[in-house]
């Protein structure tokens, strides 16, 4: 890999023991993946924040961590609401650990905002390169937004960070942007369904780039549905909403191949993965208008846009609902061992793996209705 | 006889130890338990056996990417392998290896699993580029 003169200073120590050994990080990863050079990214985003995630082990790495990164620099939802923990149940133990992993992301010079949806805080401008980790974000920023990112995990993503840069292999080059599949749906799809849609379609293509052949084209936020499944039942990193090749390969589904919604007697109902947006909170909001919550509905969103939707909140929160922040159902301890019921593809198949809860999965509507109908 | 094998330096240093060596690709997090370097995924053919000081052998890394920290915390503890060899690492061990200053080498010109015998005395020199392995 070709390095220039201040990548050589960094990887010489120049900047000091941790700028070095992240630069041998990104060194080694250009080398194994055939990287020609480093390209400067415009932010970081990293995962591994949760202490129920990266436990003593990631935070033990912090600790011993210095230095600051030199991009601006988001991280993934952590274990708890940093202000509602109480209410979540969570014990006073995880608090203690996660808040020194959030005071040790600050201290590298990194925004706590914790959400899988930082585009809604900051959006990456088209073309431009990025480190994010948050599988569903990568998506979103490469496939809505036309930015390029890696699939990186947190360790590598957050070496991006501190060196402001990263090795040019993968997703950032154009040749492996092309579509090799399309998946052609002749029949109508709404919100939900197009998390369902992601589930089903992220098993079949895994690591591929998919194309759509649409009814209707899908919003921002169905589209974010759409990628969050196919990246958490595959490995989904750049798919298109319309056909721009011709792929040899293409396969149609029926809507019986999306036939996976049911409905079960839940212990909570859980709204918001990825993290809601404001127009997301209007439709829960509507929906739940003049109903009481009879069943624990939580709902996840960004820090950032619970500021900016502070009267839909209030609305939502009337009715007995709860909205959380710097959280999600995935992350948290809170939602372990529970029969869940979720309106995402993603946490469909993370529930009842990463939380060992029992998960079902219906549309936003099938879920209120059984929040206010226990 | 020792017999040099070159290979591609992913970390740098030198290491020394008795091999383990497995065919099965290897999960640090919830595959070995960092307070005792000892393998704890039941269903992996190297269950219960310690990878303290080793020479690790293995073909690649798989699983979470937080299992790079779990080798930095089992460096940390004192129970890492004193280096490690892949088939073909991918970013989760070449990660953990990089910060926890592990020696790590792959691309062989031999396939590591078949040209080092389990339990034999193995250096690992990520400075030039080789291992060192008895005949």
Sequence with gaps: MHLNRNDEDILAGELGAVKQKAMEILVALGDIYGAERLVPIESAQIAGVSYKTIGDAGLEYLTDLTGSVTVPTMLNPMGMDRYKWRQMGIDELFVEKQLAIIRKYEMLGIDAQCTCTPYYVNAPRKGSHLSWSESSAVSYANSVLGARTNREGGPSALAAALVGKTPEYGYHLDKNRVPDITIKTDFPLQGADFGALGYVVGKIVHSRVPQFSFVTQPNDDELKALGAGMAATGAVALYYSERRAKPSETLELSRSDLDIYSSSEPDAVVLGCPHCSRSELTEIARLLDGHTVKRPLWICTSRFVADRCRSLITRIEETGANVICDTCMIVSPAFEKRRLMVNSGKALEYGPSLCNSHTVMGTTADCINIACNA | ?135
Excluded: W
Aim: charged share 20%.
């Design chain 2, 1 to 135: 006889m020792l017999k040099r094998i070159k290979g591609r330096i992913i970390s740098k240093g030198i290491g020394e130890g008795d091999a383990v060596v497995t065919s099965q690709p290897l999960s640090f997090l919830g595959g070995v338990d960092p307070k005792r370097g000892v393998i704890i995924d039941l269903k992996h053919e190297l269950y219960g056996v310690s990878i303290v000081g080793s020479v690790l052998a293995f073909p690649q890394g798989k699983g979470s990417t937080v299992g790079s920290y779990v080798m930095y915390q089992l460096k940390r503890n004192g129970k890492a392998p004193a280096a490690i060899v892949n088939a073909s690492s991918e970013t989760i061990i070449a990660v953990g290896a990089i910060i926890s200053n592990i020696p790590l080498i792959d691309r062989l010109d031999v396939d590591p699993i078949d040209a080092i015998k389990p339990g034999s005395h193995v250096l690992v020199n990520c400075v030039d580029g080789f291992i060192e392995v008895e005949t």
